[in-house]
């Protein structure tokens, strides 16, 4: 039932069908196993890859590494919370380096919005001890996808 | 000066490819989905790319000694005893090759002549036959059946045998049909063979892509593995076609002997590829297995497509083709590949070209997008809507 997994992974816009054939089981069966990962939080949910940069829009995104004090009975669990549950903050990372604690990925509008909800949101946490924001130049692979690859068709007929 | 006549009679007499006209035609066409080509759509995996190129920075650009780099050889050594259970030592039993068709010319060079038969199971790959009669032996041809799923059987065998067959080409897992052979179907093979002065030539390149069983090599029986030359190579495993790299091994009197001629004729085989080659057997199984599986799911959408079109199209357990028969539709192998390919777009072979008994198939390749073959697949069954 993983490979049901792997090829949605890929991508998500196959149907049940489509899947059924591709894994040899019953459409039923590709149904139920769909029902049981959406659940069990397996399959969290469904987005597209959006290489935003091709559409013109601004966005900016930054990678700010986050030190913070643990608290007793909940270690940073408690404080990475406040920190997630801002829209704005696309992922969140625990890291084991020695420097910081989180990892966080933010994106806004502009560098100014970004810096701004750092001082304001970020930074002004109890127990947040530290900030340091990197932005984003150029995004060259996002979500295991390369962004300029060239996808054309190279093999050249021959006979074999 | 009649240069045509200056031309050798077995080479001009072989006929060119009958499929050249479509190749021609494609060129022109836009909106094309080619089921046509038989290799993989995947790049090579990015780390043995990598080592290629690294290996060009150190300056590693000379000759290596004939048989390939010992180090290739040794990895090809652990590789074939790992994957298959063939046990051939990397000193003098080993000979890499441009490609896995080198080997197959090579093997047939040094072992045939002008009097001398090659059994040659059909439909199969053009090279065998091709390589047989440019060294003047006699290709002998052996119609396998779909009742059979295209394997190779005793009955057939035994009766292709003559005194003057010098070789058997094996070669399974098949392009075009995508049959392969069980272990229990091989030991019949080697009962026929195991006493018989003839040479196997068993053409493994696609032994990485088999689905549900394990590839079995016909060298892996001792009574047949001294008479054996394996032939392999990384263009289907690994998805390196374009680096043109193979190996052919067996008992060293034979290595020997086509080491001569790959010595004269080509020197050795492309060193950049050779240390390429080394990252793929030392880091490459995981991406081995994953091409596979996707492979895999290729496949069943292709079978399950032309059964529900309701062509008759046996389980193809090897390679990168499936071959349903076309029969149903009325039409010859090479009238439904024309008008597929012109009323939709959809380039596929005409199983004749793989020998007179691939009439009334064709050959699908389905190493290309999951998208491309969905597509294919309905614009086929609207094609064969109309001749049904």
Known sequence: MEEILEILEKNCRY?????????????????????YFKENNIIAGYTALINWENTGKET??????????????????????????FKQVKACYLMSSGGFDLTVIVEGKSMKEVALFVSE??????????????????????NGTIFKENKKEDREVLFI | MNLEKMILKNVREM?????????????????????????????????VIEAGIYSLEKGHTHYSSNAGYIELRNEISNYLNRKFNLKYDPKDEILVTVGGSEGID????????????????????????GCTTFCGATPVTINLRKEDEFKLTKELLEEAITERTKVVVIPFPNNPTGAIMTREELKEIVDVLKDKDIIILSDEIYAELTYENQHVSIASFEEVKDKTLVINGFSKAYAMTGWRLGYICGNR????????????????????AQFAAIEALR????SVR?????????????????????LECFEPLGALYVFPSIKATGLSSDEFCEKLLMEERVLAIPGNAFGECGEGYIRACYASSMEDLLEAVKRIGRFVRKYM
């Open chain 1, 15 to 35: 149907s049940n069908e489509e899947i059924a054939k591709m894994t040899g089981k019953t459409v039923e069966e590709v149904e139920q196993a769909i029902q």
């Open chain 2, 283 to 286: 880091n490459g199984d995981d």
């Open chain 2, 106 to 129: 090579l093997a047939l060079r040094a072992l045939c002549g002008p009097g001398d038969e090659v059994i040659i199971p059909e439909p199969s790959f053009v090279a065998y036959k």
């Open chain 2, 253 to 272: 009197i034979l290595i020997d002997a086509v080491k001569k001629i790959h010595q004269y004729a080509i020197m050795c085989s492309p060193t950049t």
């Open chain 1, 121 to 142: 949101k970020l930074a002004v946490q109890e127990f947040v001890t530290g900030t340091a924001t990197h932005f984003v130049l150029k995004k060259y692979k996002d």
């Open chain 2, 15 to 47: 006929p060119p490819s009958g499929i050249r006209k479509y190749f021609d035609l494609i060129n022109e066409m836009d909106d094309v989905i080619s089921l046509g080509v038989g290799e993989p759509d995947f790049v090579t995996p990015w780390n």
């Open chain 2, 290 to 310: 994953e091409m596979n599986r996707e492979y895999n799911r290729r496949r069943r959408v292709l079978v399950d497509g032309f059964r529900s079109m309701g």
């Open chain 1, 60 to 85: 900016v995104t930054a990678l700010i590494e986050v030190k913070i004090t643990p608290q007793r009975g909940v270690g940073f669990d408690k404080v990475a919370e406040r920190i997630y549950k």
